[in-house]
């Protein structure tokens, strides 16, 4: 498992990814540049193959990098996008890192509570099934120990696609993409929590109930919140 964690409160895997993008950035890597095989990069993290292949995914998700089978693994043409692009402004200024996020997981507030409340009345059963599928699959890479913001945006997502708004989806679509920094600041702090919220809200969502799914949903969001909370007082 590669939940141990190390300076930062990062996983293995997490460290590994971040060690990987640094490579990238020190030798100016263009899209299209070859990354050394697994075995160099183990070396060059100082991990062991299974956490350098979750280091890989990790960077596969955000886009930074793409797998091609039987030729290696590349720097991806959106390079310059996962690097520079900060749409929310989250990396303008590291130091307000912390603020920022708390800024983040306001709207957040604002808006998911209610989109989850649509989606309890406007789901039908393979929106619930995809959405089951998905908490079972958080759960599971929790579990294991492994990087698991991957689904968890997935599933925030698929929350929004239950609604039947495509307003509300293409929002959720902008605003996942500032769940690897809540992790990030928060230092992997909500996995249990993260596992209890998931399942009551796809339960209440499953059997229509719209309250249920907004007030799973405002518990979620509010003991987030409390955390890195906590964590912005810690950096004043």
């Known amino acids: ?15 590994a990814a971040e060690m990987i993008r640094q490579y990238i950035r020190d030798r100016e890597m263009e899209e299209g540049d ?8 183990m070396e060059i993290c100082g991990v062991s193959r299974s956490t350098v292949r979750e280091a890989i995914k990790i960077l596969t998700f955000e886009g930074l990098i793409e797998v091609v089978r039987g030729s290696g693994t590349y720097v991806a043409e959106q390079k310059a996008a996962v690097l520079e692009d900060d749409p929310m402004g989250f990396f303008e200024n590291d130091t307000d890192l912390p603020k920022r996020a708390l800024d983040f997981f306001d709207v957040r507030i604002m808006l998911e509570p209610e989109i989850a409340a649509l989606a309890a ?10 959405l089951q599928e998905l908490e079972a699959k958080v759960k599971e890479e929790i579990l294991a120990g492994r990087s698991y913001y991957e689904y968890d945006i997935q599933f925030h997502k698929q929350i929004a696609k239950c609604s039947r708004n495509q307003i509300a989806y293409k929002l959720m679509e902008i605003i996942t993409s500032g769940i690897p920094v809540f992790v990030q600041v928060t230092k992997n702090a909500l996995t249990e929590q993260t596992m209890y919220y998931h399942k009551a809200i796809t339960d209440a969502i499953s059997s229509g109930d719209a309250v249920g799914a907004r007030c799973a949903m405002i518990g979620h969001l ?5 955390t890195l909370l906590n964590e912005v007082e810690k950096n004043k």
């Open 121 to 130: 009345t406007q789901a039908n059963y393979k929106d619930c099934q995809k």
């Open 1 to 15: 498992m590669n939940r141990q964690a190390l300076p930062g409160g990062k996983t293995l895997s997490e460290q």
């Open 34 to 41: 070859k990354l050394p095989n697994e075995f160099r990069l």
């Open 222 to 226: 509010s003991y987030n919140r409390k």
